[in-house]
């Protein structure tokens, strides 16, 4: 069998040292979409060295996206094909602000492995902390298709109870057509969002968006929209991938806005709001 599940469970940790500069933080913010219109005051801030503001989802690229999504396949009992594994969901707690350079030590494992039947579930679990203490804790859910079967646990629901009403805020975000092949250079390269061969033989006609830049683009409405662009105030960010972004599309993200946190709904406006992101929380400040 592929997934050893056991196995999994039972390895030990591993480490590795990211380092990261504010080159690294402007081109994970410009791959998100920021610097539009370029000499905005409110865009300057993700873009512009002397006044730079760290996004708290840039921990997910930070120091070149080690260990990533894709560090999961390579931990004992772990053996699939890239071509079966998409990013199911992704979970940020932040512990203090992330400074626009730095260096720390992130130790990764898998902290879960769920049989969904049809499909296995890893929870990839990375803890970073710097000289002064822990900065983030990551969680990717590494959904792998025909995996599963084997009578293991299921897992929790990470379906959530819709929110009720008409949003608060609801603001477009266009994605460029060029949008994953800017975003890939902060680490992540998957071929799957830039080769048309290989995203044909993963089942999708043409590339698509990476998971983990719709999830950038959408905290940072959230925070440009609701939290006064105060990156800051964020303190814990999570979602689940419920659908597919081609570049080139729009993406429509509802906010429904309470004192301590935000529920969010993404969704793809050109395919009649074809669901995008879900299950999605900000807790802030």
Not at 85 to 100: D, E
Not at 207 to 225: E, N, Q, R, S
Not at 230 to 255: K, Q, W
Request: hydrophobic share 40%; proline share 7%.
């Amino acid at each position: 069998m592929p997934i050893d599940a056991a196995k999994a469970l039972a390895a030990g940790p591993r480490t590795v040292e990211l380092s990261w500069d504010h080159k690294d933080v402007q081109l994970y913010h410009l791959g998100i979409g920021a610097g539009s219109p370029a000499t905005d005051p409110d865009e300057l801030r993700y873009t512009l060295e002397s006044r730079l503001h760290v996004l708290p989802s840039f921990a997910t690229v930070a120091g070149a996206g080690r260990p990533g999504v894709t560090g999961g396949l390579s931990m004992p009992g772990i053996e699939v094909e890239l071509a079966r594994v998409l990013h199911g969901g992704q979970s940020l707690l932040v512990h203090r602000p992330i400074p626009a350079t730095g260096t720390a030590t992130a130790t990764h494992r898998i902290a879960a492995v769920y049989d969904k039947g049809t499909a296995a579930v890893l929870v990839l679990r990375t803890e970073v902390a710097d000289t002064e203490g822990p900065l983030w804790t990551n969680d990717a859910q590494i959904f792998i298709r025909g995996e599963g079967g084997w009578g293991g646990d299921r897992g929790p629901s990470a379906r959530l109870e819709p929110p009720t009403g008409e949003p608060d805020r609801t603001v477009e975000r266009p994605v460029r057509d060029d949008q994953a092949l800017l975003y890939r250079l902060s680490g992540d390269w998957n071929p799957l969002h830039a080769d048309p061969e290989f995203a044909k033989v993963a089942g999708f006609e043409r590339p698509i968006l990476h998971g983990l830049c719709t999830y950038g683009i959408t905290l940072k409405a959230v925070v440009d929209t609701l939290l006064g662009g105060d990156v800051t105030r964020v303190r814990s960010y999570a979602t689940r991938f419920a659908g597919v972004v081609y570049p080139g599309e729009t993406l429509r993200i509802r906010m429904w806005h309470t004192p301590g946190s935000t529920r969010v709904a993404v969704s793809a406006a050109e395919r009649a709001d074809a669901p995008v992101l879900a299950d999605t929380v900000v807790e802030h400040t």
